[in-house]
T-cell receptor, first 114, second 111 residues
Framework: DGGITQSPKYLFRKEGQNVTLSCEQN?????MYWYRQDPGQGLRLIYY???????QKGDIAEGYSVSREKKESFPLTVTSAQKNPTAFYLC?????????????FGPGTRLTVL | DQQVKQNSPSLSVQEGRISILNCDYT??????FLWYKKYPAEGPTFLIS?????DKNEDGRFTVFLNKSAKHLSLHIVPSQPGDSAVYFC??????????FGAGTTVTVRA
């Protein structure tokens, strides 16, 4: 089945630790995205990538890092520099196009900092 | 700066009646609009979209209306069903890949 997988579903981290969230897609999509959702807020874009080995900062990139070594994978690292990392993280992907580019989302990872 | 706003955080509607969700945007460069539906602890799923060259798009029970002059769009669900209970996000994009999302409206359909 084609889709986007994120792992783990729940993640706990101690303060000061880096943690990496996995995102894999087998839809052959060129573009991939990371969002963060907090209670009462919409999805906010952290990073996005349009092509392998290239990525751009979104609206709230501080304290995060990404890599795009393979088309199907776009891992997100939450570093200790992120001041408020507890949130629901969503990965998405889309075909390489402009207007009308529907994004498909994974099931999300809930990160809790203890 | 919130460019897409959903001013109603929640909506309760009786089964069989119409649900109307509203969304306002501030960026006149937006030219494509989408609605997503999200259940708790799951990723959003695409529902319906509309291009700025249209003012209405219909897909089964779901219709989206766009009023460009007012920078306003709405989603109508007719008739509402219990399975429609979810959070609905409005999103907008320009001629790039990025989507700007509203804060969401939680819809509860009462039996």
């Amino acid at each position: 089945d084609g889709g986007i997988t994120q792992s783990p579903k729940y993640l706990f981290r101690k303060e000061g630790q880096n943690v990496t969230l996995s995102c894999e897609q087998n839809l052959n999509h060129d573009a991939m995205y990371w969002y963060r959702q907090d209670p009462g807020q919409g999805l906010r874009l952290i990073y996005y990538s349009q092509i392998v080995n290239d990525f751009q900062k979104g609206d709230i990139a501080e304290g995060y890092s990404v890599s795009r070594e393979k088309k199907e994978s776009f891992p997100l690292t939450v570093t200790s520099a992120q001041k408020n990392p507890t949130a629901f993280y969503l990965c998405a992907s889309s075909l390489l196009a402009g207007v009308g580019n529907e994004q498909f989302f994974g099931p999300g990872t809930r990160l809790t900092v203890l | 700066d919130q460019q897409v706003k959903q001013n109603s955080p929640s909506l309760s509607v009786q089964e069989g009646r119409i649900s109307i969700l509203n969304c306002d945007y501030t960026n006149s460069m937006f030219d494509y609009f989408l609605w997503y539906k999200k259940y708790p602890a799951e990723g959003p799923t695409f529902l319906i979209s509309i291009s700025s060259i249209k003012d209405k798009n219909e897909d089964g029970r779901f219709t989206v209306f766009l009023n460009k002059s007012a920078k306003h769009l709405s989603l109508h669900i007719v008739p509402s069903q219990p399975g429609d209970s979810a959070v609905y996000f409005c999103a907008a994009s320009r001629d790039d890949y990025k989507l700007s999302f509203g804060a969401g409206t939680t819809v509860t359909v009462r039996a």
